[in-house]
């Protein structure tokens, strides 16, 4: 059995991997990966405690979590779909110009 200790480890590096990855870059792309790698970390972590105390409470979030970042992924992508068709752009900086 992992020890608790090396997953939360695990999940925080995840997590800020996912932090890094929102703040550094604008293209939409990215911005979305980073959410799904953040939102892993998070579900790492529920696992890992609920494994630790042996309750399926926990997994049972997780799977929650999980079912709601595959729908948080597919609107994402239809977002960007339709961001790209309408003004061939992936950069989140340039959305906040107006035309005018």
């Known amino acids: 059995m992992i020890p608790l200790m090396h997953c939360l480890i695990l999940s925080s590096i995840l997590f800020v991997i996912g932090l ?25 972590a529920l696992f890992a405690a609920s494994n630790y105390w042996q309750q399926s409470d926990g997994q049972m979030l997780a799977i929650l979590a999980l079912i709601t970042a595959l729908a948080e992924i597919c609107v994402g992508l239809a977002l960007m779909m339709k961001l790209f068709y309408r003004r061939k752009i992936f950069n989140i900086d340039s959305l906040s110009e ?3």
């Open 20 to 44: 890094l990855g929102i703040m550094i870059r604008r293209h939409f792309y990215f911005l979305l990966l980073s959410l799904i790698i953040m939102n892993n970390g998070a579900i790492v």
């Open 98 to 100: 107006m035309k005018g």
